[in-house]
């Protein structure tokens, strides 16, 4: 009898999820030229895995292919974010919507654990603890939504999102807010309130959207001529 084949992934695969979690890791930050001979040397592979390996990682939107240029990490622009963040907090907010109507009563004592958790985490002023609890919380409500091609969606974009090292949290009183907003989200919950529970989310990311401008205005050097 045959021995059962088990599948593998591709190399190409391999070296893509590598790549992946290197530019997530902004140890290839934004802007960054791939060196396509020093990476194959590095994994000790050809160079073709790894141009497969880009062009997967480039469909992603993670990886520019410049012609006669090279390969290069995204850089996100403000306009960029301008673009994403409404597609966000459509989706999260239709997200939000359907989960309401296919919750368990368990389930919704899981989101209610994991906003206990969000005001621990804001009560000791730790933005890292509640940046990882929130991403678990809006993770949970994915997959309470049950509908994978809205999951996949938002997993694509949220991928594209992880190029900026800048994090809304970081900005002073946005924890706070981030906070009252979750509030607001899980009294809707508890009420199986569909419609409200999408409004607030889809407030929610929109909120976090102008706390990243913002961010960025703060940092922005003055115009020459501007008023300190």
């Not at 706390?211 to 300190?228: C, Y």
Request: charge should be neutral; include cysteine; aromatic fraction near 4%.
């Amino acid at each position: 009898m045959n021995s059962l084949n088990i599948h593998q992934p591709a190399l190409y695969q391999e070296v893509a999820e590598r790549l992946r979690l290197r530019i997530f890791a902004h140890e290839l930050p934004p802007g960054a030229w791939i060196d396509e001979q020093a990476l194959a040397e590095q994994y000790g592979i050809s160079r073709t895995p790894l141009r497969e390996a880009l062009k997967v990682l480039a469909a992603e939107g993670l990886v520019t292919l410049k012609p006669r240029r090279g390969c290069y990490v995204t850089e996100l622009s403000e306009r960029d974010l301008d673009d994403i963040f409404p597609l966000m907090a459509l989706l999260e907010g239709r997200c939000a919507f359907e989960a309401m109507h296919k919750a368990a009563p368990a389930d919704l004592d899981r989101l209610a654990s994991l906003h206990e958790q969000l005001e621990r985490h804001a009560a000791a002023g730790d933005a890292n603890g509640f940046f990882e609890v929130n991403q678990a919380f809006h993770q949970a409500l994915h997959e309470l939504s049950g509908n994978r091609w809205l999951k996949q969606a938002i997993d694509d974009l949220r991928k594209v999102l992880k190029l900026t090292r800048r994090d809304s949290l970081r900005l002073d009183g946005r924890l706070k807010q981030s906070l009252e907003e979750h509030r607001g989200l899980l009294a809707a919950i508890r009420q199986r309130d569909a419609a409200r529970a999408e409004t607030l989310m889809h407030t929610h990311l929109l909120s976090g959207r102008a706390a990243l401008a913002k961010m960025h205005q703060s940092a922005s050097p003055p115009l020459q001529g501007e008023d300190g």
